[in-house]
Nanobody, 121 residues
Framework: QVRVAESGGGSVQVGGSLRLSCAAS????????MEWYRQAPGKEREFVSR???????KYGDSVKGRFTASQDGAKSTAYLQMNSLTPDDTAMYYC???????????????WGQGTQVTVSS
């Protein structure tokens, strides 16, 4: 069973920074592709970023140039460095992990519970 846990959310002022973490774990070896999504009250879920096991990244248009995705050496934890934050970035941020586990690379997809980011003016 693959499990993920987000952390690092909080409250900051406009122009501030936060770094979110998404830690994935499983009983067997897995490779992970990790994505971040966010959803604000009354708005649809929005794609934020993706980093695959090779370290390749992709970003949503609204965060390009401000957010940076990265991963640790074991490639089981993803980070999202968020700079130049604005009130429009206020949302619940969710980590979606696409895991390929074991010798046969069995696929599993797991969402974290989310971490709240609030940006005040």
């Amino acid at each position: 069973q693959v499990r993920v846990a987000e952390s690092g959310g909080g409250s900051v002022q406009v122009g501030g920074s936060l770094r979110l973490s998404c830690a994935a774990s499983a009983q067997t070896f897995c490779s992970y592709d990790m994505e971040w999504y966010r959803q604000a009250p009354g708005k649809e879920r929005e794609f934020v970023s993706r980093i695959d096991s090779d370290g390749d990244t992709k970003y949503g248009d609204s965060v390009k140039g401000r957010f940076t995705a990265s991963q640790d050496g074991a490639k089981s934890t993803a980070y999202l460095q968020m700079n130049s934050l604005t009130p429009d970035d206020t949302a619940m941020y969710y980590c979606k992990t696409e895991a390929f586990c074991g010798i046969n690379a069995v696929y599993d997809e797991v969402w974290g519970q989310g971490t709240q980011v609030t940006v005040s003016s």
